[in-house]
């Protein structure tokens, strides 16, 4: 990591430059949460909050992205004190609201004939944050959001990410927070099917999230003991996943556990997706892998299968403790990086410190599981199938 630098405490005295364009210290700062919500936001909304009010700085709670500062969108700009994130620590979703449709750079508008045409409202953008008089931006969010949140500290505003998605891809950072929820849940799931597999003499395919990366899968398939485990960094053969199930089967083990990360492909194949509906226009997601080789496991093997898609789900309920904790040292160490002006940056944990570190290289590229590494090697010790 280059520039990474452990956040010291600071004396409240750091001055930089405001939006503004003066010279003067940090009066007020904004917060948005942008993508996908991922457990462990709203306690970083605390400890933003927290820690601003503890230095004199208001706050501002941007709504649904970076639509509260655009004034045709519902969304809002709202004062945030201590009573608005009292009792939010353990709480999922996000009291801001949150959207993975905002981007300043290319908003959809809806021509009068009904079709999509996207704007770039940037400017708009930063002329609300300088309407409000906002000094600074600590922005919330996974590859996409940070990326936008990167373009507008390159146009002149003063922007720290914090590093959210359950998918753990963002480079410079051991962990983002919401990942390690997205674990128990999986693991969680996988327990449950464990029973009803055995109990039907069944193979139980469960497709996680994860997108390009594969840490959900293989955290919750080896927590939760899956017998193969499918990941985007290991392209898979069905035909070996088959001769593992076949293998239990020999050795008297009637049903297994298939754990898939919906961005997995087989070899010389590609990612599977559905299109998804509502908003302003249909997209595309990654979705569907999971039933795909539960048909073939049943044809290939004729055993019974089932396969479930867990979703959403991993998405929501209350953080875990870890979550907690590493989401209010990250909001926490945002409001430090706000104070001492490390401004273009994304606070990383890298144990036992949380550093600042530039956003260019956390977003350089997506952060996947290394096929020779240490999680992988631990899965092949224990004689679970890659699929490979
Ligand atoms: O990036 C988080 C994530 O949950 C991915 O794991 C998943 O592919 C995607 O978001 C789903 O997006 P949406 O909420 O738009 O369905």
Same mark, same amino acid.
């Given at each position: 990591?280059?520039?990474?630098?452990?956040?010291?405490?600071?004396?409240?005295?750091?001055?930089?430059?405001?939006?503004?364009?003066?010279?003067?210290?940090?009066?007020?700062?904004?917060?948005?949460?942008?993508?996908?919500?991922?457990?462990?936001?709203?306690?970083?909304?605390?400890?933003?909050?927290?820690?601003?009010?503890?230095?004199?700085?208001?706050?501002?709670?941007?709504?649904?992205?970076?639509?509260?500062?655009?004034?045709?969108?519902?969304?809002?700009?709202?004062?945030?004190?201590?009573?608005?994130?009292?009792?939010?620590?353990?709480?999922?979703?996000?009291?801001?609201?949150?959207?993975?449709?905002?981007?300043?750079?290319?908003?959809?508008?809806?021509?009068?004939?009904?079709?999509?045409?996207?704007?770039?409202?940037? &400017? =708009?953008?930063?002329?609300?944050?300088?309407?409000? *008089?906002? %000094?600074?931006?600590?922005?919330? !969010? +996974?590859? #996409?959001? @940070?990326?936008?949140?990167?373009?507008?500290?390159?146009?002149?505003?003063?922007?720290?990410?914090?590093?959210?998605?359950?998918?753990?891809?963002?480079?410079?950072?051991?962990?983002?927070?919401?990942?390690?929820?997205?674990?128990?849940?999986?693991?969680?799931?996988?327990?449950?099917?464990?029973?009803?597999?055995?109990?039907?003499?069944?193979?139980?395919?469960?497709?996680?999230?994860?997108?390009?990366?594969?840490?959900?899968?293989?955290?919750?398939?080896?927590?939760?003991?899956?017998?193969?485990?499918?990941?985007?960094?290991?392209?898979?053969?069905?035909?070996?996943?088959?001769?593992?199930?076949?293998?239990?089967?020999?050795?008297?083990?009637?049903?297994?556990?298939?754990?898939?990360?919906?961005?997995?492909?087989?070899?010389? &194949? =590609?990612?599977?997706?559905?299109?998804?509906?509502? *908003?302003? %226009?249909?997209?595309?997601?990654? !979705? +569907?892998? #999971?039933? @795909?080789?539960?048909?073939?496991?049943?044809?290939?093997?004729?055993?019974?299968?089932?396969?479930?898609?867990?979703?959403?789900?991993?998405?929501?309920?209350?953080?875990?403790?870890?979550?907690?904790?590493?989401?209010?040292?990250?909001?926490?160490?945002?409001?430090?990086?706000?104070?001492?002006?490390?401004?273009?940056?994304?606070?990383?944990?890298?144990?036992?410190?949380?550093?600042?570190?530039?956003?260019?290289?956390?977003?350089?590229?997506?952060?996947?599981?290394?096929?020779?590494?240490?999680?992988?090697?631990?899965?092949?010790?224990?004689?679970?199938?890659?699929?490979?």
């Amino acid at each position: 990591m280059t520039e990474s630098k452990a956040i010291p405490g600071d004396d409240g005295s750091a001055a930089t430059a405001p939006l503004g364009g003066g010279a003067g210290k940090i009066r007020k700062i904004a917060i948005n949460t942008g993508g996908g919500d991922a457990p462990g936001l709203n306690a970083v909304i605390r400890a933003i909050v927290l820690s601003a009010l503890h230095r004199g700085w208001s706050v501002m709670g941007i709504e649904h992205g970076y639509g509260g500062l655009l004034s045709d969108d519902p969304g809002r700009v709202i004062p945030l004190g201590s009573d608005d994130v009292r009792g939010i620590t353990h709480r999922g979703g996000t009291i801001l609201g949150t959207t993975n449709r905002s981007d300043p750079f290319a908003w959809p508008v809806r021509l009068p004939d009904g079709s999509i045409e996207e704007r770039d409202r940037s &400017g =708009e953008v930063i002329e609300s944050f300088r309407r409000h *008089g906002i %000094d600074a931006l600590i922005a919330i !969010g +996974g590859d #996409g959001s @940070l990326h936008l949140a990167h373009r507008l500290s390159k146009r002149g505003l003063p922007v720290v990410g914090v590093p959210k998605t359950i998918d753990n891809d963002l480079c410079g950072t051991s962990l983002t927070f919401g990942f390690l929820t997205a674990v128990e849940t999986a693991t969680d799931a996988i327990g449950k099917l464990h029973s009803t597999a055995e109990s039907h003499r069944r193979v139980m395919v469960v497709e996680v999230m994860g997108r390009h990366a594969g840490w959900i899968a293989l955290y919750g398939g080896l927590a939760g003991s899956a017998d193969v485990i499918l990941i985007p960094e290991i392209p898979f053969d069905i035909e070996r996943v088959c001769d593992k199930i076949r293998e239990r089967e020999a050795a008297g083990r009637d049903f297994s556990i298939v754990c898939v990360a919906e961005g997995a492909t087989p070899a010389g &194949g =590609e990612m599977v997706t559905k299109t998804v509906h509502g *908003g302003a %226009d249909d997209q595309e997601r990654l !979705g +569907g892998l #999971g039933d @795909l080789v539960a048909r073939e496991i049943a044809r290939r093997t004729g055993k019974e299968t089932r396969s479930l898609t867990l979703g959403h789900l991993q998405r929501g309920g209350t953080p875990t403790s870890y979550d907690r904790v590493i989401s209010l040292r990250f909001g926490a160490a945002a409001a430090r990086c706000v104070a001492r002006g490390r401004f273009g940056t994304m606070v990383a944990l890298d144990p036992p410190h949380v550093r600042a570190i530039p956003l260019a290289e956390a977003l350089a590229r997506p952060k996947v599981v290394p096929v020779d590494g240490d999680i992988v090697m631990t899965a092949q010790a224990l004689g679970v199938s890659l699929g490979d």
